[in-house]
């Protein structure tokens, strides 16, 4: 609650799993909220002007200009793509027993930001630079970065429906070939929820 910047979007998602896990009686045992914890959800349709890094790229890559890169771009993340995570999703409603508490969705694709880069540099028809740059000028002085974040998926494994398992070469080709070259103002948001049923 009194986080500042990114750790205020992370405490928000905590603090709703802890109201519905405080509610926990209004459902049946065994039944409970299932707090889908999503990891770098990408693809065509997510909108650059929130901040998402690959669209960022690509549509810098298209008009020609350089991919920024934020700070030396060893922050190491893990994508998905979004077409597998919504088939995960479609077969986690279908599931009859999916266990209540939190379960993180993410994809196998590891790779730094300086990696993700270079992929969208090698997917780009027309030649593109990297340029290296302090983030604390663009996002302030009291930028922090989280080094890792890479998901645990032994328990959405565990399920049965499926891990997004597309690699970050196939990825990125498909979002850079699928994305728009135009900034889109806000219309592809990438969502984030706990379900309660």
């Known amino acids: 609650m009194n986080g500042v910047g990114r750790w205020a979007y ?5 603090h709703g799993e802890r ?8 459902w049946p ?3 409970g909220p299932v707090h889908l914890r999503f990891f770098k959800v990408v693809g065509p349709g997510q909108d650059a002007a929130r901040g998402f890094v690959l669209p960022r790229f690509i549509e810098a890559a298209k008009a020609g200009h350089p991919l920024n890169v934020h700070g030396d771009g ?3 993340r893990t994508y998905a793509h979004v077409d597998e995570v919504a088939a995960t999703l479609a077969r986690l409603a ?3 027993t999916v266990p209540e ?5 993410g994809g196998s694709a590891r790779a730094s930001v300086l990696e993700l880069a270079e992929a969208v540099a090698a997917a780009s028809p027309t ?10 000028v663009e996002l302030g002085e009291h930028f922090e970065e989280v080094r890792v974040r890479t998901p645990r998926l032994e328990r959405l494994s565990s399920l049965g ?3 997004p398992s597309m690699g970050l070469k196939e990825l990125v080709a498909d979002t850079f070939n699928r994305h728009s070259a135009l900034p889109m103002g806000g219309e592809g948001r990438a969502a984030c929820a706990s379900r309660a049923s």
């Open 10 to 14: 992370a405490a928000s998602k905590v």
């Open 19 to 26: 109201v519905l896990d405080g509610a926990r009686e209004l």
């Open 29 to 31: 045992r065994g039944l």
């Open 74 to 76: 060893r922050s190491l």
């Open 94 to 96: 279908a599931h009859p």
């Open 101 to 105: 508490g939190p379960l993180n969705v």
């Open 127 to 136: 030649p593109v630079e990297l340029a290296l740059v302090d983030p604390r």
């Open 161 to 163: 429906c499926g891990v």
